[in-house]
């Protein structure tokens, strides 16, 4: 089987992170070679990129400053990362990916949401998941959960934005999955971690099957 890339998105607090790391054991036990990342990130210059997007700053952070960063940090892990890995096969698991800058600085920011896809796309040279898995859950609860966590490094910018930017970044992923039904599949994130993680793969195992 040809390398496949499959992205994990939804708000912090709805378990990307934990059930990335189940899957990639899972498909790991199957014989599979599996890549973990995650963005902003994945390559040094990328991961500098990260810390300047969440890190708190005296001057307003524009949207539009936010589209930029982000793809220039992808556009780094696209290359020296991402290729790299489907061409040698690799199924690459990612925590976050385009569909997150649509989110979040499109609908969350009020940004047009085609603009920051065209942006995206030049960045990425048109690489698209072939699966996105999106762990949806109601802002509120997910707010709850990360200030449940314990955090050495405290919220983020991002966690720090009221409910109803938190709203719109919800709303936004639903509506990219209404466009694109047969990439985006919605998880429901309110379940248990187990319930959740069959969810996942309910809806990966079908393309392992594939040619």
């Excluded at 899957?23 to 390559?43: D, I, M, S, Y």
């Excluded at 690799?90 to 920051?116: C, H, N, T």
């Excluded at 796309?121 to 200030?147: C, K, Q, S, V």
């Amino acid at each position: 089987m040809k390398g496949m890339f499959i992205t994990f998105e939804g708000p912090d607090g709805s378990g990307k992170t934990t059930q990335m790391e189940l899957l990639a054991r899972h498909l790991e036990l199957k014989g599979f070679k599996v890549l973990c990342t995650r963005e902003p990130g994945g390559t040094p210059l990328a991961e500098a990129i990260r810390r300047l997007l969440l890190s708190p700053w005296p001057e307003q952070v524009l949207g539009i400053t936010e589209v930029f960063l982000y793809a220039a940090g992808r556009a780094q892990h696209v290359r020296e990362k991402l290729l790299p890995a489907l061409e040698a096969g690799r199924i690459v698991l990612s925590d976050r990916f385009v569909d997150s800058s649509v989110a979040y600085q499109g609908f969350g920011r009020g940004l047009d949401p085609g603009l920051v896809g065209r942006i995206n796309e030049l960045a990425t040279g048109g690489l698209t998941p072939r699966l996105t898995l999106l762990l949806d859950l109601p802002p509120e609860e997910g707010l709850r959960r990360r200030r449940a966590a314990e955090r050495k490094d405290g919220p983020d910018r991002f966690e720090e934005e009221d409910l109803d930017f938190h709203r719109r970044v919800r709303e936004g992923y639903l509506e990219l999955a209404r466009r694109e039904p047969g990439r985006i599949k919605i998880i429901n994130a309110a379940a248990s971690r187990d319930e959740v993680f069959r969810q996942v793969r309910e809806a990966v195992e079908p393309l392992l099957e594939g040619p």
